[in-house]
């Protein structure tokens, strides 16, 4: 039985008039009511988006980072990672196997590093991706998107104008207490949030996420977090559950406990079906890490309002060596292997694979269609 709470909240979301209180009733309501939620994410998911699911080939370029995210396995201070760069030409390589394979989108990722080597580096792989991929089946070249961390808006615009078209940069978390508590002192909210707004101007499609279950992380402050996607006009979030990494700072003083890893593991689908229910038609990513706490991770993020997939493109001599956190699956998969399975996976919700297709949100497609 419905609670009232929970109907008014689903209301509101089908009348588009959310507010913090409907969220946060949402993201708190019983498992009872938990159905409900994922069931009526699933139904706005299929009005606004289709059953369609996306593919972007991940290819995680470097593992070099300026950075000392308290949270994360390749930050600068851990010593015990081998870093890596990938050769122009390799990077090209797994970005033109995706192409081949119909997933029509890539993402380029990797650790955050301004230098003009670095930039120049992407630069170089996005105009050669851009270029060596165009055929009958993909006119415009594979879709590019890029996960390079915070940039200048100088740089952003020399990623733009060689062909990336979308960007992703997660917030992590919105609360500037929590921030502050995860990260050094130079790295600020307020420049990430400068830097999403930075990618809209120069034209990019932007989207952000945030991690869930971090120490301390309160149901309000994921409330907080899908409003502020509204308000910042996201085109594509990608979430996840926080998941500890030994070998840093906020990993070691985590214990072990799968209670608390299954409390995290629904946290991160109610979230995601939250967020599909306030936002609509966004593109919502059924992240890795999903898979890292339950072998079936990933469709559950799907059945609960996601549409993206990033199957591994990373080279398998170097995928060990980017873990941002542990356990993450798909670790020694040849990339034909982790395609194969990803398509039955879909096939197995009765969804289908958009091939050939850059895949972007209808959010974004309205948005730039607004300003035609
Ligand atoms: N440098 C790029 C950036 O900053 O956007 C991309 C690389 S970074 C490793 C990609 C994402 O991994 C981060 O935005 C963060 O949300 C996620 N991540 C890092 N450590 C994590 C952890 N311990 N558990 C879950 N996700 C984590």
Known sequence: MRSEKLHFALQACEEGGVDFDDVAALLMATDEDGGAIRAGAEEVLLRYCGSKVRFRGLVEFSNVCRCDCFYCGIRAGNREVQRYTLGREEIVEAALWCAEQGYGSVVLQSGERRDEEFIR??????????????????????????????????????????????????????????????????????????????????????????????????????ARDILFFREMDMDMIGMGPFIAHRQTPLGKQIKDDPEGKRRILDLSLRMIAVTRLVLRDVNIAATTALQAMHPLGREMGLRHGANVIMPQATPVRVRRNYQPYEGKPCMDESVTQCRGCLVERIKGLGRELSADDWGDSAHAICRINRKI
């Open 121 to 222: 580096l992407t630069e170089s792989c996005v105009r050669e991706i851009k270029e060596r991929s165009r055929s009958a089946r993909l006119p415009r070249g594979v879709g590019i998107t890029l996960c390079v961390g915070e940039q200048t808006r100088e740089t952003y615009a020399r990623f733009f104008a060689a062909g990336a078209h979308r960007y992703l940069l997660r917030i992590e978390t919105t609360s500037p207490e929590l921030f502050a508590k995860i990260h050094p002192p130079r790295q600020s909210l307020e420049s990430r949030i400068q830097c999403l707004r930075d990618l809209r101007e120069t034209g990019f499609q932007v989207g952000t996420g945030v991690m869930i279950g971090l120490p301390g992380q309160t149901a309000a402050d994921l």
